[in-house]
């Protein structure tokens, strides 16, 4: 293998190059992208360099290769009177005896350097997580007045490049702990307190159980982004009453905590200011008003999040036990418990659209019509078309997917009337939800039987078995997911959807636990028709050659058979997986709930109508009995002649 080095008019050396070197133990040459720095030398696309940190500083200096060029510079140096701050905190018991006075050294040293670079940050942060480790000692209003002071330099908005360097350390999920946790070591004389500094607010009240008042506080005059925010707490009068008197009720609210803690790599944006709520108990209700930070983001998005520490081994947004209301501008969050919370929103929330809503309600009416239909046509012709094992256990199938799709329309249509988080809402959504599954479970029965005559063509099978089986996955396994995922969601609180009759949409697990039934048996329900497509095309012994058929019509016979088990399969329903990408377009909306409201209709045609047997049955019952040896062409479909 050649390399050759192209070097830049005026410079001695190439920004990048390539190095090519032999393996011995095999045949091949690997090249490798370097980088090259006059201070930081070569490194390896992938790796970093590093060099020494000025005098008095530990710690070191790195740049990260890629692609052939070194990335911004990264300073993870500590200042020399931050390292010996973090040296002393590691005794505990010196570190209670002078809070006060290193509480004041690190806010002095804040003030005078910067220390917002990646490595005071990682260490600052230490230290303050070192201050709020500490138990039976008392924070007064001076000493919490340094603790602000160091905690609004480094959550300034010049730090914000910091914060996304060391994002992977889950340093700000550190700070915000830290927060919350020496918040609870203050103590104060006055019946309510205010400390306000650029990035941060804090506001307090002492509890007083003769004052027969609500708590409310009022943060305001952030500027966010070149805008002013605000943001609002309210706890009732009931809740405070839960409270000892003479504990204390703060509220923090921080200007920039919503970029330090956003979400990388999602559609979803924090999009109002981050409040902590610290009380003596957690376990009571809160009202927070809070305004856009943009309100371009589609409002029936909104999330109310609060930040779990234990989620993801690091922290992470949580819905739990919030619930969302808008009103104007302003989002309204409504919680069970405290901590620190936000709102999410999304620019790619989908809008109602009333045409879609409109196709959707004709659909469902049309297809309850054909569904009941079939249930008539089924229950005429069952004598007639029950009277082998296979055709016997053929049509038990499809009359459980009938009665399986008629209940989830006759539930999706009770849903659309009722108030959400309520009994008969619960119950409906669960039984709509057992039978969905229910729905697939005997679809996917129904492709079993289907396999089992493709693959053994000749060979009889026990009724008694098939049916045991048949009714243990149509109805048991779906009753155990749908009672599992009923049973973990319930006792979260969060199994319905806040304000509407659904499941809820914000707790993705839950879909997921009836998506991915679903998605395995349409992925099997798939293999079985092309299984079917390759048996037309490769006829077994005794059948006619496909080379004496007419290619127009094994064309034919093999666009009907995917069309007749693409409707009593479920194959359209694949459709619905797109939604899985939220930038989804409407054209997959739009056709995906035309196939799936018609659903009714084409099992009637093509799982009921084009039966030959059941042709064959309807025909003896409408034409008289004289005239019922004669025999008319009949369209039959692949299904049945398999059957």
């Known amino acids: 293998?050649?390399?050759?080095?192209?070097?830049?008019?005026?410079?001695?050396?190439?920004?990048?190059?390539?190095?090519?070197?032999?393996?011995?133990?095999?045949?091949?040459?690997?090249?490798?992208?370097?980088?090259?720095?006059?201070?930081?030398?070569?490194?390896?696309?992938?790796?970093?360099?590093?060099?020494?940190?000025?005098?008095?500083?530990?710690?070191?200096?790195?740049?990260?290769?890629?692609?052939?060029?070194?990335?911004?510079?990264?300073?993870?140096?500590?200042?020399?009177?931050?390292?010996?701050?973090?040296?002393?905190?590691?005794?505990?018991?010196?570190?209670?005896?002078?809070?006060?006075?290193?509480?004041?050294?690190?806010?002095?040293?804040?003030?005078?350097?910067?220390?917002?670079?990646?490595?005071?940050?990682?260490?600052?942060?230490?230290?303050?997580?070192?201050?709020?480790?500490?138990?039976?000692?008392?924070?007064?209003?001076?000493?919490?007045?340094?603790?602000?002071?160091?905690?609004?330099?480094?959550?300034?908005?010049?730090?914000?490049?910091?914060?996304?360097?060391?994002?992977?350390?889950?340093?700000?999920?550190?700070?915000?702990?830290?927060?919350?946790?020496?918040?609870?070591?203050?103590?104060?004389?006055?019946?309510?307190?205010?400390?306000?500094?650029?990035?941060?607010?804090?506001?307090?009240?002492?509890?007083?159980?003769?004052?027969?008042?609500?708590?409310k506080i009022y943060f305001s005059d952030f500027k966010y982004k070149n805008r002013s925010s605000s943001n609002s707490v309210n706890i009732d009068e009931k809740e405070l009453s839960k409270l000892p008197n003479g504990s204390l009720v703060i509220g923090v609210a921080y200007a920039t905590l919503t970029d330090i803690l956003d979400i990388p790599n999602s559609i979803e944006i924090l999009n109002s200011l981050a409040v902590t709520i610290i009380a003596e108990s957690s376990s009571i209700n809160i009202e927070i008003n809070s305004s856009l930070l943009n309100s371009t983001l589609q409002r029936d998005s909104a999330k109310c999040v609060f930040?779990?520490?234990?989620?993801?081994?690091?922290?992470?947004?949580?819905?739990?036990?919030?619930?969302?209301?808008t009103n104007g501008d302003n989002i309204i969050c409504k919680c069970d418990h405290l901590t620190s919370f936000s709102s999410l929103m999304s620019p790619f929330a989908r809008k109602e659209d009333k045409i879609l809503e409109i196709i959707s309600q004709i659909t469902t009416g049309l297809s309850v019509g054909c569904l009941i239909i079939c249930l008539i046509i089924e229950t005429v012709v069952w004598k007639h078309v029950t009277k082998t094992k296979t055709s016997q256990a053929r049509h038990i199938m499809m009359l459980n997917i009938i009665l399986s799709l008629l209940t989830v329309y006759v539930f999706f249509m009770m849903a659309q009337y009722l108030k959400g988080n309520t009994t008969i809402c619960i119950v409906t959504i669960f039984l709509m939800k057992f039978f969905h599954l229910s729905l697939f479970f005997w679809m996917f029965t129904l492709a079993l039987l289907l396999l089992y005559h493709l693959i053994f063509l000749f060979k009889d099978f026990s009724k008694t078995a098939i049916l045991i089986m048949s009714f243990a996955l149509g109805y048991l396994c779906p009753l155990i997911i749908s009672i599992s995922t009923f049973a973990v969601g319930f006792s979260q609180n969060h199994y319905i959807q806040k304000g509407k009759c659904w499941l809820n949409a914000e707790e993705t697990y839950l879909h997921f636990l009836y998506i991915v039934p679903i998605l395995s048996i349409i992925a099997m329900n798939i293999f079985i028709t092309f299984l079917t497509i390759f048996k037309i095309l490769r006829p077994t012994v005794g059948e006619k050659p496909i080379n004496s058929t007419k290619d127009s019509n094994i064309v034919k016979q093999i666009c009907r058979s995917v069309v007749i088990l693409s409707s009593v399969l479920g194959l359209t329903w694949a459709l619905g997986f797109g939604f899985l990408d939220k930038h989804s377009s409407n054209i997959l909306d739009y056709a995906f709930n035309i196939l799936s409201g018609l659903q009714g209709l084409c099992i009637l045609i093509f799982g009921i109508l084009m039966d030959s047997k059941v042709q064959e049955a309807l025909r003896q019952k409408v034409v008289p009995s004289s005239n019922s040896s004669q025999k008319t062409k009949l369209v039959t479909s692949t299904t049945s002649n398999t059957y």
Request: glycine letters at 4%; charged letters at 20%.
């Open 307 to 325: 930040w779990d520490f234990a989620q993801n081994d690091g922290g992470g947004w949580s819905s739990s036990g919030c619930r969302p209301e």
């Open 1 to 215: 293998m050649k390399c050759t080095l192209k070097l830049k008019k005026n410079e001695n050396l190439p920004k990048s190059l390539v190095r090519c070197y032999y393996r011995s133990n095999t045949t091949s040459n690997d090249c490798h992208i370097l980088c090259y720095d006059p201070v930081y030398g070569l490194a390896k696309s992938g790796q970093a360099a590093i060099k020494e940190c000025p005098k008095n500083e530990t710690g070191c200096m790195r740049k990260k290769c890629e692609n052939g060029k070194y990335l911004s510079e990264e300073n993870f140096c500590v200042l020399a009177e931050i390292k010996n701050m973090l040296e002393s905190t590691k005794n505990k018991t010196e570190l209670a005896k002078n809070l006060p006075g290193l509480v004041q050294q690190l806010a002095n040293t804040s003030t005078n350097q910067v220390i917002t670079e990646p490595g005071n940050l990682i260490a600052t942060v230490d230290i303050l997580t070192a201050f709020s480790s500490l138990t039976n000692v008392s924070v007064n209003q001076s000493i919490m007045q340094n603790f602000l002071v160091t905690v609004n330099t480094i959550i300034d908005q010049s730090a914000l490049s910091s914060w996304k360097t060391v994002a992977q350390h889950n340093v700000s999920s550190q700070l915000l702990m830290s927060i919350e946790q020496f918040t609870t070591l203050f103590s104060s004389t006055e019946e309510t307190f205010n400390i306000t500094k650029p990035n941060i607010q804090l506001m307090g009240v002492k509890i007083n159980s003769n004052s027969h008042k609500d708590y």
